[in-house]
């Protein structure tokens, strides 16, 4: 039966992602949000999907509200509005808690790699059979007629707590989000708790500590690289093209993958999804060959040229994220300067990790570091600047501003990496044009 759909707040990467999926599926969808533009919008756009200013008259007695969860009565008139009458709305986890029951549903959980991961295995799974997807990057494909659904599910603020998924991959448990946990143990409950609501199989990384603790009333199976888990990845060979690996479970080999990605942490993700369709009765084969032809998700380690350039954009916001970036630039240009360009973002998370974001960022040549990025649910900003992580940076770290990045172009021989879940784009977009104007003025 056809729907139709008003999403508060529509651009949104998840929100945009749910909005598209339905909108595939035949239903009527539109939405609001503000004028500003996000990258996300591009999508709804191309699929012909209003989207509209907050409006009251948008909630009209035949549409379904699905609200963002940035939006309340007190910062949106359509959120208040809908209070005031009696309009009901559900949050876009609700929604979705109850819009997977129809399908067997397949979750992505972790504090990093999610994204990806999802990618990937909507990816797989799409191509082998009908699926549907909602991917964190702001990408959803829907089909009346899957069987399956593969979806990114967030632990922020236990938004994941509404989900009962048949299977489940959880990458890693690590402390995030300050604004809202209060330690690594809160963070750890809130993982155990959305384990414990798998039913048919929990896929999670067996080298993470915090992992190995979880309990589940579904079979766990560890992946790794190291002896004692079910799935382990061995022979990897990383090129400047990709990496190779073999996957063993239980000492019974399941033969070679290949991934056009780099980093360690990719060869996780994908025996992530390699266990996890073993187990759920697909076909090796088709997985390889479709892993091959993985392409990654938005924000994620995105390259382009640039006038002979070599700029890497990517949504690392987190020191364990950053890690796995340079290390994965390390792999593909492994006889280039690694430049890195961070914003840190929210400044809950940089008083917390302060110590660890200097640490990860020594992993580059050299550091540039723009402004803290703050979030709108801060109350608080704290006592922390961008300097104060400046200083802990063995190497120099210098501060830029979106106005002049000149500095950048100290290092002729580079790969840009630019990272940071704000408006670090604005930063990457300015170095674009200054590029640019070289090039212009050369000729």
């Excluded at 780099?262 to 996890?276: Q, S």
């Amino acid at each position: 039966m056809t729907k139709n759909y008003h999403f508060i707040g529509i651009k949104g990467s998840g929100m945009s992602a749910l909005a598209l999926m339905l909108h595939q599926m035949g239903h009527h969808v539109q939405g609001s949000d503000v004028e500003k533009y996000y990258f996300t919008q591009r999508g709804l756009e191309q699929a012909g999907i209003k989207i509209l200013p907050f409006d009251e008259k948008n909630l009209q007695a035949d549409v379904e509200v699905i609200a963002g969860n940035a939006f309340r009565p007190d910062n949106n008139i359509e959120i208040a509005y809908a209070d005031a009458n009696g309009i009901s709305y559900k949050r876009y986890h609700e929604f979705l808690g109850t819009f997977m029951r129809d399908f067997v549903s397949m979750g992505v959980a972790g504090a990093h790699g999610k994204t990806s991961t999802t990618g990937m295995l909507a990816h797989v799974l799409s191509n082998i059979t009908d699926t549907s997807y909602l991917i964190g990057d702001g990408t959803g494909r829907g089909s009346a007629n899957a069987k399956y659904f593969a979806f990114e599910a967030d632990e922020y603020e236990r938004h994941f707590m509404p989900y009962h998924p048949e299977y489940s991959i959880i990458t890693n448990i690590d402390f995030d989000h300050p604004d809202y946990f209060t330690s690594l143990e809160d963070v750890f409950n809130a993982f155990n708790d959305y384990a414990k609501q798998v039913s048919k199989g929990l896929f999670v990384y067996g080298e993470d500590k915090e992992l190995r603790r979880v309990t589940a009333n579904a079979p766990i199976y560890y992946y790794g690289f190291k002896e004692g888990n079910d799935f382990i990845a061995h022979d990897l060979l990383r090129s400047t093209t990709g990496s190779s690996f073999k996957v063993s479970f239980h000492g019974e080999e399941l033969g070679e993958f290949k991934i056009p990605s780099f980093g360690r942490h990719n060869i996780m993700n994908a025996t992530a999804v390699i266990g996890l369709l073993y187990t759920a009765g697909f076909d090796l084969n088709l997985v390889r060959e479709h892993l091959v032809t993985f392409g990654g998700v938005k924000r994620r380690f995105t390259e382009k040229m640039v006038n002979g350039t070599t700029i890497i954009d990517d949504f690392a916001h987190h020191p364990t994220e950053i890690i796995a970036t340079l290390d994965a630039a390390r792999q593909k240009y492994p006889s280039k300067e690694i430049v890195a360009i961070f914003q840190p973002h929210t400044f809950t998370r940089t008083i917390a990790l302060l110590d660890e974001f200097a640490e990860a960022l020594n992993q580059a040549d050299a550091v540039y570091l723009a402004q803290i990025y703050g979030s709108a649910r801060e109350v608080d900003h704290g006592d922390v600047k961008v300097e104060d992580l400046a200083e802990k940076i063995i190497k120099k770290a210098e501060i830029i501003t979106v106005d002049n990045v000149s500095p950048l172009l100290e290092h002729p021989n580079a790969v840009y990496v630019f990272m940071g879940a704000g408006d670090i784009q604005t930063y990457e977009y300015s170095f674009e044009r200054l590029l640019s104007n070289l090039t212009s003025n050369v000729q």
